[in-house]
């Protein structure tokens, strides 16, 4: 089912829990797949030192769903919502601002957002005890 997916949605792309994204970044095209997997690692990371908690992604994965059923109504209630969590959640500055820059102020915030299931889910499996 996933590879009928990945073959419905154009060539070089692969689908990963359910979504279809790009195998490599081509000029001017949505996020690859390269890139979620560096953020994944970095998110991995980041969960593996303590510097943010698993819960803290469950959240994204929340607040992606929540994203998905507001994007009908062209509201953005999610971003409040991420901001929030970012500030109650992130201790450390840098990788506050960081993130804050990826999902909030970035020309691309809204493809990171789109695409944040694969990075946070990957985060998610790799730290599981």
Known sequence: DEIKKSKISGR?????????VLWVK????????K???DFANELSEYV????????????L??????YLSDAKKS???Y???LIWQMERNIKDKDIREKLFLKFITST??????????????????????
Do not use: H
């Open 12 to 20: 070089d792309r692969c689908t990963i829990f359910g979504q279809t």
């Open 26 to 33: 081509k000029e001017n095209q949505e996020i690859s797949l």
């Open 35 to 37: 890139e979620l997997m």
């Open 48 to 59: 593996e030192k303590k510097k943010i908690a698993r819960g803290f992604l469950y959240e």
């Open 61 to 66: 994965l929340e607040i992606y769903n929540l």
């Open 75 to 77: 509201q953005f209630l």
């Open 79 to 81: 971003l409040p919502r």
């Open 108 to 129: 691309e915030s809204i493809n990171w957002l789109k695409n944040i299931k694969i990075p946070v889910n990957y985060a998610l499996l790799k730290s599981r005890r």
